[in-house]
């Protein structure tokens, strides 16, 4: 079983920065695109950054200059650091990555548990 494991969630100040880190814990062949979602309460579960194996990145508009995504291949990680942080970045942020466990095996969708993000005004 393959398990996302989030932290650096928080509170911080409207203009601060956070930074969210997950790891991909268990036995895999091979992870292709990870990327962050976020869900604020009433509201969809939206993306926020994506990134593929090769490195190329696709963010929200609302993230775009503020959010950068990175991951490192060989540790199985994916960052999330986000710069001048507004209050509507108020929201529970999950990993997610798309994992193949075995050289058989098709991909499968994997989601981290969460972790709380509040930006404060």
């Known amino acids: 079983q393959v398990q996302l494991v989030e932290s650096g969630g928080g509170l911080v100040q409207a203009g601060g920065s956070l930074r969210l880190s997950c790891a991909a814990a268990?036995?895999?062949?091979?992870?292709?695109?990870m990327g962050w979602y976020r869900q604020a309460p009433g509201k969809q579960r939206e993306l926020v950054a994506s990134?593929?194996?090769?490195?190329?990145?696709n963010y929200a508009d609302s993230v775009k200059g503020r959010f950068t995504i990175s991951r490192d291949n060989a540790k199985n990680t994916v960052d999330l650091q986000m710069n001048s942080l507004k209050p509507e970045d108020t929201a529970v942020y999950y990993c997610?990555?798309?994992?193949?466990?075995?050289?058989?095996?098709?991909?499968?969708?994997?989601w981290g548990r969460g972790t709380q993000v509040t930006v404060s005004s």
């Open positions: 990134i593929t194996s090769v490195g190329r990145t």
């Open positions: 997610n990555a798309v994992v193949q466990r075995a050289i058989l095996y098709s991909p499968e969708n994997y």
């Open positions: 268990g036995s895999l062949f091979s992870i292709s695109a």
